[in-house]
């Protein structure tokens, strides 16, 4: 089976309250990255249709403040898989009244998908579609091997 990084889409909104907030009045990170684990863990559920747990987050930058009563919209996409790992790519943006939408942060985030025994189990083939979906899968393949590289090297 195969799937597209189009069926595996997800967007998830947020209104920052008071409570998201960290002692700069901007939305914590904290709270950002787990909106971001679960949009990330609901599109690799949609590609797997099994149980996935986060293996790694590889790459996660801040690029703007959110603020109290701000929307913030989170849009993942499957960018690559393997045999029994995923990454999800996941965009935040604040959108503003008017709906345009600015930039907040980008993570990539790995997944393993679990069958019955929580063990890793395989997942479909991804099959990226347009130019941008290929280039994006490529770079989730270097990224990929770039972990595995930390991770021979113990950095």
Not at 42 to 62: Q, S, Y
Not at 77 to 84: N, P, V, W
Not at 128 to 144: H, I, N, V, Y
């Given at each position: 089976?195969?799937?597209?990084?189009?069926?595996?889409?997800?967007?998830?909104v947020?209104?920052?309250?008071?409570?998201?907030?960290?002692?700069?009045k901007?939305?914590?990170?904290?709270?950002?990255?787990s909106?971001i684990?679960?949009?990330?863990?609901?599109?690799?559920?949609?590609?797997?249709?099994?149980?996935v747990?986060?293996?790694?987050?590889?790459?996660?930058?801040?690029?703007?403040?959110?603020?109290?009563?701000?929307?913030?919209?989170l849009?993942?996409?499957?960018t690559?898989?393997?045999?029994?790992?995923?990454?999800?790519?996941?965009?935040s943006?604040?959108?503003?009244?008017?709906?345009t939408?600015?930039?907040i942060?980008?993570?990539?985030v790995?997944?393993?998908?679990?069958?019955?025994?929580?063990?890793?189990?395989?997942?479909?083939?991804?099959l990226?579609?347009?130019?941008?979906?290929k280039?994006?899968?490529?770079a989730g393949?270097?990224?990929?091997?770039?972990?595995?590289?930390?991770?021979?090297?113990?950095y």
């Amino acid at each position: 089976m195969t799937k597209t990084p189009s069926q595996t889409y997800t967007e998830q909104v947020n209104l920052v309250r008071a409570s998201d907030l960290n002692g700069s009045k901007r939305l914590f990170g904290g709270n950002l990255l787990s909106w971001i684990d679960i949009t990330a863990a609901i599109v690799a559920r949609r590609h797997a249709e099994c149980n996935v747990t986060t293996v790694a987050i590889d790459d996660l930058h801040f690029i703007a403040p959110a603020h109290a009563n701000d929307t913030v919209v989170l849009c993942g996409k499957m960018t690559y898989a393997g045999r029994t790992s995923m990454e999800v790519t996941v965009e935040s943006y604040v959108e503003r009244l008017d709906g345009t939408r600015t930039l907040i942060n980008r993570a990539h985030v790995v997944m393993v998908a679990l069958g019955p025994d929580d063990r890793p189990c395989e997942v479909p083939e991804l099959l990226p579609e347009s130019d941008e979906e290929k280039a994006q899968f490529l770079a989730g393949e270097k990224r990929k091997q770039l972990r595995i590289q930390r991770q021979a090297e113990n950095y």
